[in-house]
Nanobody, 115 residues
Framework: QVQLVESGGGLVQPGGSLRLSCAAS????????MAWYRQAPGKQRELVAI???????DYADSVKGRFTISRDTAKNTMYLQMSGLRPEDTAVYYC?????????WGQGTQVTVSS
């Protein structure tokens, strides 16, 4: 089993920055992929960014160039550095980890971009 806990969300002005963290515990060594998703009110959960065990990354077009996904293996923590935030980035952000075909989710952290 893997447990994931997100933190770092909050209220930020348009153009501002936030750094989300996802602390993982459990079978960390078995994780073969991690990702950030988000879900805005009235919308489906969408993929924001992914990172592979080899360090490869990919991003949704809507966040490309503004968000950076990273992982600190020593701290068992994944990050999402967000800059140039826009109101449309407002959503609950979720951390996901994958072990083979199984997925694990955090509880989510609210990000609100508003002036």
């Amino acid at each position: 089993q893997v447990q994931l806990v997100e933190s770092g969300g909050g209220l930020v002005q348009p153009g501002g920055s936030l750094r989300l963290s996802c602390a993982a515990s459990g079978r960390i060594s078995a994780i073969n992929g991690m990702a950030w998703y988000r879900q805005a009110p009235g919308k489906q959960r969408e993929l924001v960014a992914i990172i592979t065990t080899g360090g490869g990354t990919d991003y949704a077009d809507s966040v490309k160039g503004r968000f950076t996904i990273s992982r600190d293996t020593a701290k068992n923590t994944m990050y999402l550095q967000m800059s140039g935030l826009r109101p449309e980035d407002t959503a609950v952000y979720y951390c996901q980890a994958r072990i083979t075909i199984f997925t694990f989710w955090g509880q989510g952290t609210q990000v609100t971009v508003s002036s």
